[in-house]
């Protein structure tokens, strides 16, 4: 039985490390023993979610150092906001505990230097949590690929839509502050650029991106400061309604008032610096090239990848149809000859598709489960996912394609 504590009591840790955990491994199997968030409401709302669930008590702290030196546990779980991922894993590497961070693993060159130190100093492990790993429809395809069936990969389009409601709902949060995301290039392609890292296998080598903000932070079709109040909602392509328990808990009423953070600000106000509309470039350094775009304010949401190998191409993708309908998946392999073999999946259940449950059993199982498609995600992966995102970053702002080699080099 390994016991855990808790750093960052928000929603992905509620539902991926409280509610999918239990979903996923046997109560006996880990213990979360304790919880600290800046914001005590929030800490306490998860740990009487983890007394209910596990009928033991999580201990909330009011500070990370002495969480630490008081449980002494195995692990700590970081899901605070991405800025702050590197302060708690470097600490917990420090004091001898195993890291479990969610992605990004954190978000500046010298952050991720930092924590590969502190990993090797310690001789202990950080695990990123690149759920998207173990959807079965990418761990089709990366099956597929492994096998093979095109070839070694040569070119990958990799193309991702977020709708007005989902897309919007970054522009509303911390998100929208590069002082907390630095971009969604660390952020949300965080996922997307580990997927094509991983499913061809290769390092990237140079990057070179355009961004802009075109949609949100656009004050002229703002309607009012916060979606709760919003007199006009009902008009509003982006308006969500957060009323469900959870979210009341977690960020409204007396949570709200602990740190005045408000969950729901009206994502067309012009605070904002972050990019709606991005595209990035990489080369690897086994001779593929990545193209992948972002959009955050699609009419509809959905992906396409298609990867080209020396012998054929793999097209796969998920549009969705109106609010909530998924297509089935189909991953689609065609060969200059005119074959094609179409692959059909079933709508998959859970969350992530099941991917969240796939990832607990495999980071917090008492049972080994095997790997063959190295689904399980270490920091190095967490590095190369990330620094494609900073390079984008530095790329926009000088202007030029970034050379990633010296800082993965320095980073190994
Ligand atoms: N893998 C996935 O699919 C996935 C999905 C969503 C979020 N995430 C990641 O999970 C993390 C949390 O995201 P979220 O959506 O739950 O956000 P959230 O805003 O719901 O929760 C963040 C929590 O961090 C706390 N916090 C802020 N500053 C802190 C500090 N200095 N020290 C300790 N706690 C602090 C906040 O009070 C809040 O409770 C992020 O890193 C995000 O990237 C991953």
Known sequence: MKKYVIVGAGSRCSYMFVTALYEGVNKDDIILSAVYDTNIKRSEFLAEKIKKITDRKATVYTDFDVMLDTEKPDGVIVTSTDSTHHEYIIKALEKGCDVVSEKPMTNTYERCLAIREAEKKSGKNVTVTFNCRFMPYFAKIKELLKSGIIGKPLAVN????????????YFKRW????EFSESMYLHKSTHHLDIANWLIDDEPMTVSAIANRV?????SKSFGERCS???KASEC????????????????????????YRRDRCCFL????IYDNMTLGVQYKGGAILTYTLNMFSANEGFKIVITGEKGTLEAGEIYVGKGSRPDYLIRVLYPDGTVNDIVFEKAKGSHAGGDVKLIKMIFGSEKIAD???QHAGSFDGVKS??????????????KTVDLTPYLDNLR
Request: charged residues 25%; contains cysteine.
């Open 158 to 169: 990799y193309e991702y839509r977020l709708n007005r409601v989902h897309g919007g709902s």
């Open 175 to 178: 998100h929208r502050l590069m």
């Open 215 to 219: 949609y949100y932070g656009d004050p």
């Open 229 to 231: 109040t919003c007199p």
């Open 237 to 260: 392509q982006s308006y969500e309604p957060l009323n469900d328990e959870e979210s009341q808990s977690l960020y409204f009423g007396e949570a709200e008032k602990v740190d005045g």
């Open 270 to 273: 012009p605070d904002t610096d």
């Open 372 to 374: 063959p498609l190295g």
């Open 386 to 399: 990330a620094m494609i995102g900073i390079a984008a970053n530095i790329s926009i702002k000088e202007k």
